[in-house]
């Protein structure tokens, strides 16, 4: 936990005291470099949840996403704004890597970007857009890498062509998505050739632009024997890690986008040092080495 009481902080969003909230805020560092992480498993931590927010230290995802968007009530997004700013002007050390999910930019993403610019965080994940053009003021903005969100119908039909250097990250909102293009959410199956085919596009375009694939969330969070075979069904198409709900779907999402650098290790050495060879019936020749250096090197 970052802090032992809180019972301070939660009276703070209670009233919405930003004048407290901002004077509690320490000098943010900007120095201590933050890690890169193999992008496994994104869990979603509302500003306003205090509770939440104070857990974030101990929590195993690989991403932790700071979220001033939906599930901020309107009337709690400027405290929660604040008390983002102060966890993170407190968290010392951290081992994942931090990223804030702003509002849209016509609403007050923009002046968010400005206000986090001086925190320390791996990057900024940028909602509702629609094409490159959109996002085009953001990179003036800030000198953080961007997150995106790929849940509007015209941003999906683009995404081949949508790159950029500072982009890193992909997130499919399915639902989203879905609701766009006036489908129910009953097709949500994974069974369903028409969701195989929307996150097979998101895939292949995501790892064409060599940008993240992040699977999307799936809202049935009591249901783990669900959210495995979703992850099972996402790693195999390609798609590299999930958003997550719960810390128990963190620890399933982590273990299964896992994978073995050991024996990925071994295979680059032996094929650098012998060239190709034979292991347990797999012929090792460049290809096979090339995705295992891959594996090593992600």
Known sequence: MIFKDIKELEEIVKNNDITKAEKLISNPSKTKKLPITPKRSALMVSGHQVKHLNKI???????????LEDGVPKE???????MIALFLSYYQNP???????INPLNESGKEEIKFFE????????IPKVNSIEDIDDVFFLTDKDLHISIETKEIFIKLKDFNHPKLKVFYIGIYDLLNELNISHSIINPQNPFIHKILSDFSLYSNYNNIHPMGFVYQQYKDLEGFKKW??????????GMGCITPTQVDIANKIFS?????????????????????????VDEPIYKNYLMILNN
């Not at 709690?76 to 604040?82: D, G, L, R, S």
């Not at 650098?261 to 797999?282: R, W």
Request: proline residues 3%; hydrophobic residues 40%; charged residues 35%.
């Open 57 to 67: 230290d101990e929590i195993p995802a690989d991403i932790i996403i700071l979220n």
């Open 231 to 240: 992850c099972l069904l996402q790693k195999n198409m390609g798609i590299k």
């Open 259 to 283: 994978e073995n650098k050991e024996f990925a290790k071994m295979i680059v050495e032996k094929f650098e040092s012998e060239g190709p060879f034979t292991i347990d019936g797999l012929y």
């Open 118 to 125: 001086k925190f320390n965080i791996n990057a900024l994940r």
């Open 76 to 82: 709690k997004k400027e405290i929660a704004k604040y």
């Open 95 to 101: 081992d994942k890597e931090l990223v804030i999910r």
